[in-house]
């Protein structure tokens, strides 16, 4: 039974989609495929133990002073991301660049520690946090995937579309404006199927 | 009280954790930085004695083989193209020519739209720079000698402008020792 909490972020409240909160970095890091599952990893790690930590704490900390609390321990956790890409992954820390900082206010990770590490069980967080970053992640992959392919023709990197589509791409994809375009086409999607709008 | 305590301990443990991360990842971050310079260095300059870094992480005195003379330098620059700062290493030798760039790559940081102003990285843009002299690298429409790349003016100018402001700063190192 608890285990709806690890379900209901990948679609009854995937954050992107349903929740409508951390779009900046969806919309910003999603213009490749390797972008933004990089950018989903970095955020899921941030998000999981920031919940896990929140929630252990929570009995300790007093009301009035939770909000400083929670950025510190947000932002240990977005640094120390900050440090293991540039360590062993720097060619995708030289690509998120200025996006892995802004983890550290990107609405989804503040938004569970709020919303629900503050006040359920370390492990129902844990669950809430994996929840979300599966639904975070998943949304900005497919967003990656389908900017890249139509604008670049390549997937990973890798050449997948004729040459003929490559030179006559639908180059605005890669902009903001495509970002735009196809977060509401998802959002549209995912209302018909599981909202009966 | 019990909120300076808690706000005390929190710290603590948050600097206590990211002193131990830092001190194991410096090293290798350190070789990154390292390895994108060697690979620059041997691409512009392939034959070497070795090298003197004179402004730190962007000017380096070239010697030649026998490290008697200074033969060039290399240093690094940077220009706002149209996505972003291009950051390119440049180098010189000692009649002041460019004899080779090196311009980052997408994975390095460079930012510019894929078909337009990445093209800046193509052999063909820029083999225009090598034995070119400060005065002649502008754009033709501005009475240089460079072709710019078309529909990508912002990107090539930046490029441009990124190696002559470059030599201006750094050409006194080609002299001094």
Redesign the interface.
């Given at each position: 039974m608890r285990f709806k909490y690890f379900w209901n972020g990948i679609i009854l409240e995937n954050p992107v989609l349903i929740l409508m909160i951390g779009l900046c970095p969806t919309l910003a890091t999603s213009i490749s495929a390797r972008d933004a599952l990089g950018m989903g990893i970095a955020a899921s790690f941030v998000l999981i133990f920031s919940n896990i930590f929140v929630s252990a704490?929570r009995k300790?900390?007093?009301d009035?002073?939770r909000i400083?609390?929670f950025i510190?321990?947000i932002?240990?956790f977005v640094?120390?991301v900050d440090?293991?890409l540039?360590?062993?992954e720097?060619?995708m820390y030289?690509?998120l660049?200025v996006f892995v900082p802004l983890i550290v206010v990107n609405c989804i990770i503040l938004g569970r520690a709020e919303a629900f590490a503050y006040r359920y069980g370390i492990f129902d967080s844990f669950l809430d946090g994996l929840g979300k970053s599966v639904g975070f992640t998943l949304v900005i992959f497919i967003m990656g995937t389908i900017r890249e392919i139509l604008?670049?023709g390549t997937f990973f990197g890798a050449k997948i579309m004729p040459d003929i589509y490559i030179n006559n791409?639908l180059?605005f994809m890669?902009f903001p404006p495509g970002g735009f375009l196809l977060i509401g086409i998802l959002k549209a999607i995912i209302n018909k199927l599981f909202l009966n709008k | 009280m019990r909120q300076i305590l808690v706000l005390t301990f929190v710290c603590v443990v948050s600097a206590l954790l990211l002193s131990y991360v830092y001190l194991f990842t410096i090293p290798k971050i350190k070789e990154h930085k390292e390895k994108f310079f060697t690979s620059a260095l041997s691409e512009i300059f392939p034959n070497i004695g070795g090298y003197k870094e004179v402004v730190k992480d962007s000017c380096y005195q070239i010697l030649s083989e026998d490290k008697t003379r200074i033969i060039g330098l290399v240093f690094r620059t940077g220009e706002k193209g149209y996505g972003g700062i291009i950051e390119m290493f440049v180098g010189i030798d000692t009649l002041e020519k460019v004899c080779g760039l090196k311009i980052a790559s997408p994975a390095e940081g460079l930012k510019e739209t894929p078909g337009l102003g990445l093209k800046i990285r193509e052999d063909k843009f820029k083999s225009q720079f090598l034995g070119k002299i400060k005065e002649q690298i502008k754009l033709k429409k501005e009475g240089g000698e460079i072709e710019a790349i078309t529909a990508a003016t912002i990107s090539s100018k930046a490029v441009c402008d990124g190696i002559r402001k470059g030599i201006e700063k750094y050409k006194k190192y080609l002299r001094e020792k």
């Amino acid at each position: 039974m608890r285990f709806k909490y690890f379900w209901n972020g990948i679609i009854l409240e995937n954050p992107v989609l349903i929740l409508m909160i951390g779009l900046c970095p969806t919309l910003a890091t999603s213009i490749s495929a390797r972008d933004a599952l990089g950018m989903g990893i970095a955020a899921s790690f941030v998000l999981i133990f920031s919940n896990i930590f929140v929630s252990a704490i929570r009995k300790i900390v007093p009301d009035n002073i939770r909000i400083p609390v929670f950025i510190i321990i947000i932002s240990t956790f977005v640094t120390i991301v900050d440090y293991i890409l540039q360590a062993y992954e720097p060619d995708m820390y030289k690509v998120l660049g200025v996006f892995v900082p802004l983890i550290v206010v990107n609405c989804i990770i503040l938004g569970r520690a709020e919303a629900f590490a503050y006040r359920y069980g370390i492990f129902d967080s844990f669950l809430d946090g994996l929840g979300k970053s599966v639904g975070f992640t998943l949304v900005i992959f497919i967003m990656g995937t389908i900017r890249e392919i139509l604008a670049q023709g390549t997937f990973f990197g890798a050449k997948i579309m004729p040459d003929i589509y490559i030179n006559n791409s639908l180059l605005f994809m890669i902009f903001p404006p495509g970002g735009f375009l196809l977060i509401g086409i998802l959002k549209a999607i995912i209302n018909k199927l599981f909202l009966n709008k | 009280m019990r909120q300076i305590l808690v706000l005390t301990f929190v710290c603590v443990v948050s600097a206590l954790l990211l002193s131990y991360v830092y001190l194991f990842t410096i090293p290798k971050i350190k070789e990154h930085k390292e390895k994108f310079f060697t690979s620059a260095l041997s691409e512009i300059f392939p034959n070497i004695g070795g090298y003197k870094e004179v402004v730190k992480d962007s000017c380096y005195q070239i010697l030649s083989e026998d490290k008697t003379r200074i033969i060039g330098l290399v240093f690094r620059t940077g220009e706002k193209g149209y996505g972003g700062i291009i950051e390119m290493f440049v180098g010189i030798d000692t009649l002041e020519k460019v004899c080779g760039l090196k311009i980052a790559s997408p994975a390095e940081g460079l930012k510019e739209t894929p078909g337009l102003g990445l093209k800046i990285r193509e052999d063909k843009f820029k083999s225009q720079f090598l034995g070119k002299i400060k005065e002649q690298i502008k754009l033709k429409k501005e009475g240089g000698e460079i072709e710019a790349i078309t529909a990508a003016t912002i990107s090539s100018k930046a490029v441009c402008d990124g190696i002559r402001k470059g030599i201006e700063k750094y050409k006194k190192y080609l002299r001094e020792k």
